[in-house]
């Protein structure tokens, strides 16, 4: 059973930063590339960045410049740095891990609360 479990979100100012971590049970984090997706108030949810199994990453254009994704292979961890916040990035952010490409399957966290509010 594959569980991701997100943490580090919480209230910000514009201008800010925060690092939100996502960390992954199960065998199959290597070989997966993994996700942030965000999902704000009556708006569909998006993705922010991802990180494949060997690194190359890919971001949302709004967020290019600003975040940063990153993995820790041996702590089962990826990571989202979150720089220069904004109000518009105020929203659900989601950790996801995509297995299809092994078994059809892909995975969520429970998704962890960023806001940007003076």
């Known amino acids: 059973q594959v569980q991701l479990v997100e943490s580090g979100g919480g209230l910000v100012q514009p201008g800010g930063s925060l690092r939100l971590s996502c960390a992954a049970s199960g065998s199959i984090f290597r070989r997966d590339a993994m996700g942030w997706y965000r999902q704000a108030p009556g708006k569909q949810r998006e993705l922010v960045a991802a990180?494949?199994?060997?690194?190359?990453?890919n971001y949302a254009d709004s967020v290019k410049g600003r975040f940063t994704i990153s993995r820790d292979n041996a702590k089962n961890t990826v990571y989202l740095q979150m720089n220069n916040l904004k109000p518009e990035d105020t929203a659900v952010y989601y950790c996801?891990?995509?297995?299809?490409?092994?078994?059809?399957?892909?995975?969520w966290g429970q998704g962890t609360q960023v806001t940007v509010s003076s």
């Open positions: 996801h891990a995509d297995d299809r490409k092994w078994s059809l399957k892909e995975y």
């Open positions: 990180i494949t199994a060997s690194g190359a990453t």
